[in-house]
């Protein structure tokens, strides 16, 4: 029987080329780290910096589980200490980890090498906003060290404008993260205008590109807007003008149409990113071309669009005036669509594919399954009338954890095992990084599947305490968090020792079509030693599995070179 | 007996999703909620069936190569974007249906102003008179005025199916016909700090003959107590428990009032003050006038909100507690 390609298991050690040229051994000491240029370093310092942030994130969010073991008291008998709990967890989630995320980890690395260019536009500029990505994340630690916030990381006024604790930092630490995020945007949106292969016109691009230059559209229009209600927030606490608090003259749900305004957008910042890393997984594992190419990069810049239209839908039940909250319905229902079209799309690529499980695609068919019951869940919260029930409980927490944890998150860690052999030269253990995925899968609908129920029965969020008959559902999802945890560490901890203990890989171990999987594992200091040949990111026929490298190859490629 | 077969009833129409349906938009919301619910599976199970049956039958196998002749197919494509598209008008329309009959105040109605401050609610009746739980007629549509008197809040009665923010500076307003006899829970879901999760009382709907008796009753709600009795009574009724003990047990935001009476009170300019009628009327009215050296003046103000004989118990109260 003739052996399955399996990525990394080839029978002998692969000779990589890339010798002592690679970008990670380019440079040597911590200097050639702090003040690199290079995309594919400030990718992996960003990698280290969002995984410490999430750690910490994460560290809340089980605080938070752990205090819900009984209703009052069981860890913290303050409710103002709980406050702070899911206040950190939530901020620290959505503007260190989940609006960065897969645009900074992923994109840096990938976005020049499947363009096949040598960097972003503006490489010093890519420097600048990884250190404004570090003065907020530093600004936050100290807002955490001198007291915390208690505000929610929704920042609502008028409670944010009276309460005495950090928001004034808070504010300013996600004001200065918001310019790191416009300028990454700026910089792929340039990159990708200016620096595509000779060639390689727009609908020749692979799709994780479109959907981050999506992305870099949202981030440069959505941005100022927060950073401007943030400013306006921390000038009402220190000079007292009247802008938010009614008591000074001011409207309380005008910060809520402001931050909204951003915040919904958002939301499409994190998952349209990971939307395009899935189809690129589910493409390159499925051995198949992507089906429906154009219709995906439409809807990817379709759902940019009509999400600055919807965000309203927070406001159903503010006061806001029922015309309004009919037309932000109605809005919303639209940009379901383009998301469905995705999901199907997918399918259809797997359709008389040659499937193989292995961890990313795990990930991959795990966002399929989460995202699906997010964006189902979401019909649910964008229908007026059950929306007024649904409002502001844990149903609410449970539908955008599928879609922002289950969804952003899932597709950035496999993403990372996909692209980990690129950007290491080195193969995890396959066995134990497809256990640790189920593992995440299983932990995470443990944990939120009883929150959905408690939510539509009656448990309001951001509560400290909780009625006795919801102990039940929120031990579950306790239990739940607990594997959800583990499944995490065990990623992780595959991951690193791999650096150490992984195969060697060859300069296409998974079977990718696009650019980046032309240059060596990992790639040269100017990411192509020779100029890369053009070819169709999905012609999954033009490679073939390669026995004696472990690998595949491109005929197109050898053809171009005279067929070595 | 009666009384089992009233809870009884209490617990009828409640589904696995939701609770009780205590007024008359409960089976309409639960009737689209089971609609978009069973429409959601639907789509879930093919979605799902399809990806597994796909990844079982298109396995990797030696020898078969993946079809790579279809990479798109636009009727079918544009039939998916179709079918969902019209699919969502229709859960469109019967959310908006809802919605604008929940929101669209008819003008018959008993009318209840509400009052939300941290953390407690406030329901004052027609007639002037007030109470922390809400007490409502079966069978009548009655609608809410609410506003707040510090940050946001948001008034949730989960058998009713409605919610609504209460906001300081404007009114707000909700509606409803209670369907169901008893008691169910009132709960506060814009979160508003400290005591959020205690901001919780209850509706308790009485039939019409006994709302009025009950109204009456309570109009005079002293009747037949001794004043710290009534005093114990004023202080649940405004919400004083929010920040303050009566058994001498510390609470993280106002004094215990056991053993107040006859202090000598060290205030914030170093003067000090005798604990006196004056002096507690005078927390009670305008609590920012002097403040206990060492605290933060967070009290709510009862200018105007409380009436002088309340005020005369609640002395009465804190004497009796002298220790
Ligand atoms: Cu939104
Ligand atoms: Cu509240």
Redesign the pocket.
Same mark, same amino acid.
């Given at each position: 029987m003739t052996s399955i390609p399996v990525p990394g298991e080839s029978a002998r050690p692969v000779a990589t080329d890339a010798g002592e040229r690679n970008y990670l051994t380019a440079g040597r000491g911590l200097a050639s780290w702090l003040f690199t240029v290079d995309h594919k370093r400030i990718a992996i310092l960003y990698m280290i910096g969002i995984c410490s942030t999430f750690m910490l994130g994460g560290i809340f969010a089980m605080l938070v589980r752990i205090e819900h073991w009984s209703p009052g008291a069981t860890i913290t008998d303050s409710g103002e200490t709980y406050n702070r709990w899911f206040t950190l967890h939530g901020a620290i989630m959505t503007f260190l980890v989940l609006v960065p995320s897969i645009p900074a980890i992923l994109g840096n690395f990938a976005l020049p090498l499947m363009l096949g260019a040598k960097d972003v536009a503006f490489p010093r500029l890519n420097l600048l906003s990884f250190y404004l990505w570090l003065i907020g994340a530093v600004g936050f630690v100290c807002v955490l060290f001198l007291g915390g916030i208690d505000t929610g990381w929704t920042f609502y006024t008028p409670y944010s404008t009276t309460t005495a604790t950090k928001v004034g930092l808070a504010g300013l630490g996600a004001f200065i993260l918001g310019f790191s995020s416009i300028l990454t945007g700026v910089n792929f949106l340039v990159t990708i205008h200016k620096m595509r292969h000779p060639g390689m016109g727009w609908f020749k691009m692979p799709l994780f590109l479109w959907s981050l230059y999506a992305t870099a559209i949202i981030q440069i229009v959505a941005t100022p807007v927060v950073g401007i209600t943030l400013l306006l927030l921390v000038v009402e606490r220190t000079m007292g003008l009247g802008i938010f608090d009614p008591a000074l003259g001011g409207d309380p749900v005008l910060f809520q149409h402001f931050f909204w305004f951003y915040s919904h957008p958002v939301v499409y910042v994190m998952i349209l990113p990971g939307m395009g890393i899935i189809s690129e997984l589910i493409s390159i594992y499925s051995r198949k071309h992507i089906f429906g190419y154009s219709f995906i990069a439409w809807s990817s810049i379709a759902i940019a669009l009509f999400g600055f239209l919807v965000w309203g839908h927070h406001l159903f039940v503010s006061t806001q005036s029922a015309v309004m909250s009919t037309i932000f319905s109605l809005l919303t229902f639209s940009v379901s669509i383009p998301s469905a079209i995705k999901v199907f799309n997918w399918l259809a690529t797997m359709y008389r594919g040659s499937i193989r499980l292995t961890t990313p695609m795990i990930y991959a068919l795990s966002f399929l399954f989460l995202f699906g019951i997010g964006g189902l869940t979401g019909l649910f919260l964008g229908t007026l009338s059950v929306d007024m029930h649904l409002h502001d409980t844990y149903f609410i927490v449970a539908h955008f954890h599928y879609t922002m944890m289950g969804s952003t998150l899932i597709a950035l860690i496999g993403g990372i095992h996909h692209w980990w052999p690129k950007m290491f030269g080195r193969m995890y253990n396959e066995a134990v990084g497809r256990l640790a995925a189920v593992l995440t899968f299983v932990g995470f609908n443990a944990t939120f599947i009883p929150q959905f129920l408690m939510g539509s029965r009656g448990m309001?969020r951001?509560y400290y305490n909780y009625p006795l008959e919801f102990e039940f559902l929120h031990r579950a999802s306790t239990v739940g968090s607990f594997i959800l945890a583990l499944g995490l560490f065990m990623a992780a901890y595959n991951l690193i020792a791999s650096l150490f203990h992984g195969k060697k890989v060859p300069d296409n171990p998974c079977g990718g079509a696009s650019l980046e999987w032309q240059t060596t594992s990992p790639p040269h200091l100017h990411n192509f030693e020779k100029p890369p040949v053009l070819t169709d990111p999905y012609d999954m026929e033009d490679l073939y599995w390669d026995e004696e490298t472990g690998g595949y190859r491109s005929r197109s490629v050898e053809g171009a070179s005279g067929g070595s | 007996m009666l009384s089992a077969l009233t809870s009884l009833a209490a617990q009828q129409g409640r589904s696995f999703w939701m609770p009780t349906q205590g007024s008359t938009f409960a089976p309409e919301v639960d009737g689209v909620f089971q609609f978009i619910f069973w429409l959601s599976v639907f789509f879930f199970v093919i979605i799902i069936g399809l990806m597994t049956v796909f990844v079982i039958r298109y396995r990797r196998r030696p020898g078969i190569e993946a079809d790579n002749s279809i990479t798109h197919n636009t009727k079918l494509e544009v039939f998916w974007t179709v079918v969902p598209s019209l699919l969502v008008l229709v859960i469109f329309y019967l959310g908006f249906r809802g919605y604008i009959r929940a929101r669209t105040v008819p003008g018959d109605t008993y009318q209840i102003n509400v009052l939300?401050k941290?953390?407690v609610w406030s329901f004052t009746y027609p007639n002037g008179f007030s109470t922390n739980e809400l007490h409502v007629p079966l069978g009548r549509p009655v609608s809410l005025t609410m506003t707040s008197d510090d940050?946001? /809040?948001?008034l949730w009665i989960p058998a009713f199916r409605i919610k609504m923010d209460v906001v300081p500076g404007r009114y707000s307003k909700l509606w409803f016909v209670a369907t169901e006899k008893g008691e169910f829970p009132i709960l506060?879901?814009?979160?508003?700090?400290t005591? /959020?999760?205690d901001?919780l009382t209850k509706v308790v709907v009485h039939e019409p003959s006994d709302f009025m008796k009950w109204m009456d009753e309570a109009g005079n709600q002293y009747e037949g107590m001794n004043p710290a009795e009534a005093g114990e009574k004023v202080f649940k009724k405004y919400g004083c428990f929010a920040c303050h003990t009566l058994d001498g047990k510390d609470h993280p935001i106002g004094p215990t009032l056991k053993g107040l009476w006859g202090k000598m009170e060290t205030l914030s300019d170093g003067k000090k003050v005798l604990v006196d009628e004056n002096y507690i009327r005078e927390s009670i009215l305008d609590p920012q006038a002097k403040i206990v050296k060492g605290r933060t003046p967070s009290m709510t103000v009862f200018k105007g909100m409380i009436k002088d004989e309340e005020i005369t118990f609640l002395i009465e109260l804190i004497k009796s507690l002298k220790d």
């Open positions: 309001p951001r | 939300g941290k953390w940050v946001i /809040h948001s506060c879901t814009e979160y508003c700090g005591g /959020h999760s901001m």
